[in-house]
Structures are given as structure tokens and as C-alpha cells.
């Protein structure tokens, strides 16, 4: 098993920045692509972002290139979502997830899901 905790999310102006940290606990977790994945209130969930295991390769949303990147640190077992030019769309529940092998961008392919945490972009 493959616990995952996010933190780092909030309100934030149209413009802004944000951070989210999803930490890692219970395997290895240089075994594992992570993914960042997001809801809104009436929609499905939606790809952000993924990353190898090693971070050498990552994949991205359109909506969310140009202003997000994932990165990892193995040695602290976690993963990164940077949100940059934040905007009202991107208000959504953020949570990440984990796979062995590689990073895709299909929900179900995820086997790891942590609770999310709660994005707000308002004025």
C-alpha cells in the first residue's frame, strides 16, 4: 500500500501562485510515477500532470501548460505541483495519485489516491 497526503492548497487571487506537496509513505517511492489529477464542483476529474519516476520525463494538461509543473524529490517521497497564472477555471479539488511503471494520463491506470486538497482562485 501507497499512502499519499496532500498539502498546499487555498485561496488565491486570478494571477497568483500556489504550491502542492503530496507526500509519500508505506513503499518505495522512486518505484512509482505520481500524477496530479483535479475535480471541479459537476465535473469529471481531470489530468494535471505526471510525472517518471525519476523525473526525467513529465506530461501535462492543455489547459494547465506553460503554468504548471510537476517535480519530485525522492529522497523526501514527494511530489510538486507549481501552479503559476492561476486562473478562476482552475478552481478544483487537487489530488495526486501513483502507479508502478510509467506515467500515463488516464485515471484508472492509478492504483494510489490521496484525499486532494481544495484550490480556490477568486478575487
Known amino acids: 500500500q501507497v499512502q499519499l497526503v496532500e498539502s498546499g492548497g487555498g485561496l488565491v487571487q486570478p494571477g497568483g501562485s500556489l504550491r502542492l506537496s503530496c507526500v509519500a509513505s508505506?513503499?518505495?517511492?522512486?518505484?512509482?510515477?505520481m500524477a496530479w489529477f483535479r475535480r471541479a464542483p459537476g465535473q469529471e476529474r481531470e489530468f494535471v500532470g505526471s510525472?517518471?519516476?525519476?523525473?526525467?520525463?513529465?506530461y501535462y494538461g492543455d489547459s494547465v501548460k506553460g503554468r504548471f509543473t510537476i517535480s519530485r524529490e525522492n529522497a523526501k517521497n514527494t511530489v510538486y505541483l507549481q501552479m503559476n497564472s492561476l486562473k478562476p477555471e482552475d478552481t478544483a479539488v487537487y489530488s495526486c495519485?501513483?502507479?508502478?511503471?510509467?506515467?500515463?494520463?488516464?485515471?484508472?491506470?492509478?492504483?494510489?489516491w490521496g484525499q486532494g486538497t481544495q484550490v480556490t482562485v477568486s478575487t
Open positions: 508505506g513503499r518505495t517511492f522512486s518505484n512509482y510515477a
Open positions: 510525472i517518471s519516476w525519476d523525473g526525467g520525463s513529465t
Open positions: 495519485a501513483a502507479k508502478l511503471g510509467l506515467p500515463q494520463t488516464v485515471v484508472v491506470l492509478y492504483n494510489y
